[in-house]
């Protein structure tokens, strides 16, 4: 007897201007990250180590734009993903790097790495390799739209959980009280 | 009861008396409205627009309409919610507000009525407004990147501490809250720990030194229970560790943010 086997979903992750604590609550799913294997395998993401997106189902996105490279990884997961998720809170609001939105970008680059007290001959750092920083740090869905918003700083795993097996389950993703946090 | 001085609120029969307010008679009937301008011990300024309900068809504040014998009022629907939700987000992102690090978090009505109306993401861009911090007092400091313009503290400061402390000045977007003293620091006024005006605040502006996170983040106001089933919002936010350790009953979990 052949039953059909159900096709795997496929999720991505990525962590932008975020300190990958959203990454780190997400694997707190613990060994429910098993049964949650059952039912999905990872494209790009730091778990898989791919360096790029293919089709995916899911995109999930911690952390918030700080660069021109943050910009370019989120259009790729746009460009890739069905369904894309803002997973904490610098990717629902920019977060503790957007704390930087109030100074001038040039008088961060210079206190920290020329005028700061013990550098020696310091420079701005100008390899053509280094991706550029935005002149402000911005939430994710200022640039691309986003189906999903898990807030929290991090979310709770419980929070993560609830909102994959819903969406797994083809429900709307819903949190109730103790799980919609934004601290 | 005569049916001369009740209304319905989505279906439910509120008994009110001559000079209540619809929000007035839901709270004492136990029903929640969301509201953030609004305390009870303070007259209505009407202007966060959180309390609109639809009486009798017509959108309204309930903080300042009087219910009519007989008026059929709706608050608790998927329209109005849209609306609220819609206007939490604005005041999230006219101003800087970073719940991980914010004292108030958890004890913050703006936050809980968030939460109550599920708003996942602040939806609009981010303003990033420049707004000052006044630590010259040695008790209290300012944070005005939180003030949501309720005016609850100038209505403190004058009506109750007799003081006029604060007040708002400007128009439109650039209404801001300005301390009564000419170098416009709080350490300057008669300001005081005492005073009515330190402890209304429902955000995380006016905010007592040295409190910070003594009760951790996930085990205040409403992280125990939501805001709706908090029947005075008011009398839940704590003013500081002494006080809130006395009410609170001891949690032996610490839920993560
Ligand atoms: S005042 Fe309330 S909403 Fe604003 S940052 Fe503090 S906790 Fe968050
Ligand atoms: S400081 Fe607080 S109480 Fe005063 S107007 Fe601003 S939000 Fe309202
Ligand atoms: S609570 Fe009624 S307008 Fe603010």
Not at chain 1, 92 to 111: D, K, M, V
Not at chain 2, 239 to 244: E, H, I, K, L, Q
Request: charged share 20%; aromatic share 6%.
């Amino acid at each position: 007897m052949n039953t059909p086997v159900k096709a795997k979903l496929k999720v991505a992750t990525t962590s932008l201007a975020g300190c990958f604590g959203c990454h780190m609550s997400f694997l707190d799913i613990d060994e429910r990250l098993l049964d949650l294997l059952q039912l999905v395998e990872f494209d790009r993401s730091p778990l898989t180590d791919i360096k790029h997106c293919g089709p995916c189902d899911i995109g999930i996105i911690e952390g918030g734009l700080c660069n021109a490279e943050n910009v370019h990884v989120l259009r790729e997961f746009r460009a890739n993903c069905k369904i894309l998720i803002a997973l904490g809170a610098c990717a629902i609001n920019g977060g503790l790097p957007a704390q930087r939105n109030h100074l001038p970008l040039t008088t961060i680059l210079e206190e920290v790495y020329h005028a700061q007290h013990g550098l020696v001959d310091g420079f701005i750092p100008n390899d053509p390799e280094l991706p550029l920083p935005l002149d402000k740090v911005h939430p994710i869905h200022e640039v691309v739209k986003i189906d999903y918003f898990i807030p929290g700083c991090p979310p709770s795993s419980d929070a993560i959980w609830k909102v994959l097996t819903d969406l797994l389950a083809g429900k709307e993703p819903e949190l109730g009280h103790g799980l919609i946090h934004y601290d | 009861m005569s049916q001369s001085n009740t209304f319905t609120l989505d279906g439910k029969t509120i008994p009110y008396n001559e000079g209540q307010t619809i929000i007035q008679a839901a709270m004492a009937a136990g029903v929640y409205i969301p509201h953030l301008c609004f305390n009870p011990e303070f007259k209505p300024h009407g202007s966060c627009k959180l309390c609109t309900v639809k009486a009798n068809g017509r959108q309204t504040a309930s903080c300042t309409q009087h219910p009519a014998p007989g008026m059929v009022v709706e608050s608790d629907t998927i329209e109005i919610n849209d609306e609220r939700r819609a206007l939490l987000q604005m005041l999230f992102v006219e101003g800087n507000h970073f719940c991980p690090s914010c004292e108030k978090s958890g004890n913050c009505q703006l936050q809980a009525t968030a939460y109550e109306m599920k708003m996942m993401s602040p939806h609009f861009d981010q303003f990033f407004p420049d707004r000052m911090l006044d630590a010259s007092h040695p008790e209290y400091l300012l944070d005005f990147n939180r003030c949501i313009l309720c005016s609850l503290c100038v209505r403190a400061s004058r009506d109750v501490d007799g003081k006029n402390v604060f007040a708002l000045s400007g128009r439109g977007i650039k209404s801001h809250l300005i301390v009564n003293a000419k170098s416009g620091r709080l350490a300057d006024t008669d300001f005081s720990g005492d005073d009515k005006a330190a402890h209304v605040c429902p955000v995380g502006v006016i905010l007592k030194k040295r409190v910070g996170f003594t009760i951790p983040i996930g085990q205040r106001s409403f992280d125990e229970q939501p805001i709706s089933a908090t029947p005075h919002p008011q009398g839940a936010c704590p003013v500081g560790p002494r006080s809130n350790t006395a009410t609170l009953p001891p949690h032996p979990t610490v839920k993560g943010g």
